[in-house]
T-cell receptor, first 114, second 111 residues
């Protein structure tokens, strides 16, 4: 079946602009996660949704970052007033439910802020 | 603080040899650990996991060992193949669902 998909695969923007990154989880998965991966580093947790609600947003670095999942499926990560330090690969993962430990990752969106 | 670290950032092995990738974790309360493989331009791919009530778990050509006394995790890959070349991450579960990843080890298979 289809895995986790993310769009766009690459996004180049200018400092100060607003960006939206989209994640389509595996059908039927109720838990969704966002991670950020800087070059040469492991993924870093940002936020986790169970259904429509953010169950843990402790990894969001500041209030410029926001994520939604209005219908409990697709999620959008929104970054306002982008900064060069936001450049990274943003990974989305999903799992069957919050009790399922295995998280399935998408290919990521590479964000470059000029 | 939160950290899952790796002893070696790079590892080169000959094709057909066995490889061992090591990982030190920090949270003694973690009850679940995973190894992921990440190829260039792709997201992490699940390899094998282990719960804290186990010391060893085997999969196809891979074995994970957990030593809770010294908070150490290792991934053994048997008879390495060119397709095993990738970056390998260990991760531990913090709290309900949060995964904390290490920095990664780049495994290179030499022909």
């Amino acid at each position: 079946g289809a895995g986790v998909s993310q769009t766009p695969s690459n996004k180049v923007t200018e400092k100060g602009k607003y960006v939206e990154l989209r994640c389509d989880p595996i059908s039927g998965h109720t838990a969704l996660y966002w991670y950020r991966q800087s070059l040469g580093q492991g993924p870093e947790f940002l936020i986790y949704f169970q259904g429509t609600g953010a169950a843990d947003d402790s990894g969001l670095p500041n209030d410029r970052f926001f994520a939604v999942r209005p219908e409990g499926s697709v999620s959008t990560l929104k970054i306002q007033r982008t900064e060069r330090g936001d450049s990274a690969v943003y990974l989305c993962a999903s799992s069957f439910d919050e009790g399922a430990y295995e998280q399935f990752f998408g290919p990521g969106t590479r964000l470059t802020v000029l | 603080g939160e950290s899952v670290g790796l002893h070696l950032p790079t590892l080169s092995v000959q094709e057909g040899d066995n490889s061992i990738i090591n990982c030190a974790y920090s949270n003694s309360a973690s009850d679940y650990f995973i190894w992921y493989k990440q190829e260039s331009g792709k997201g992490p791919q699940f390899i094998i996991d282990i719960r804290s009530n186990m010391d060893k778990r085997q999969g196809q050509r891979v074995t994970v060992l957990l030593n809770k006394t010294v908070k150490h995790l290792s991934l053994q890959i048997a008879a390495t193949q060119p397709g095993d070349s990738a970056v390998y991450f260990c991760a531990e579960k913090w709290g309900a669902q949060k995964l904390v990843f290490g920095q990664g080890t780049r495994l290179t298979i030499n022909p």
